[in-house]
């Protein structure tokens, strides 16, 4: 799986979640800032992703999912995890899931997030752990 991230700013970073038949979802994550955790996207290089429970998962569909996937391997940082959001206020350094780019209050946003989220889920549901190369 790759992450390609196609346009930064200096305020937010915008990439696509891509398999080999193409791409799952838009992904929403911090700028760089020197991979300072909870406010920077993780460096590029290939990273391992593991099938997790998450307390936030749980909350977000109100107890109806309790899983994720979290990147391992990122430097100096743990506890990235897939994650539903809109904007950059919805992260601490996490990759977010999303269908279609919007707008909120002229800050950039992601829409249909839980909708891509459970999307990406079924796309993963017969694998534990993938390799995922940033780039």
Known sequence: MI??????RIDVTYG????YMGPIC???EPPWEDNKPD??????????CVRVKS???KRIFEGTRDETFEIRGVPDRELIRFHPGNTV?????CPIVAKC?????AVADLERSK???MELMETLKNLDKFTLHVE
Not at 89 to 93: E, F, I, L, M, V
Not at 101 to 105: E, F
């Open 55 to 57: 307390e936030l998962i």
């Open 39 to 48: 406010l920077s996207c993780i460096p590029a290089g290939l990273y391992e």
């Open 89 to 93: 206020k919805d992260t601490k350094g």
């Open 115 to 117: 909708i891509a989220f």
């Open 26 to 28: 838009l992904i929403l």
């Open 3 to 8: 992450l390609k991230r196609w346009w930064q």
């Open 101 to 105: 780019l919007g707008k909120y209050d």
């Open 16 to 19: 696509a979640l891509i398999d």
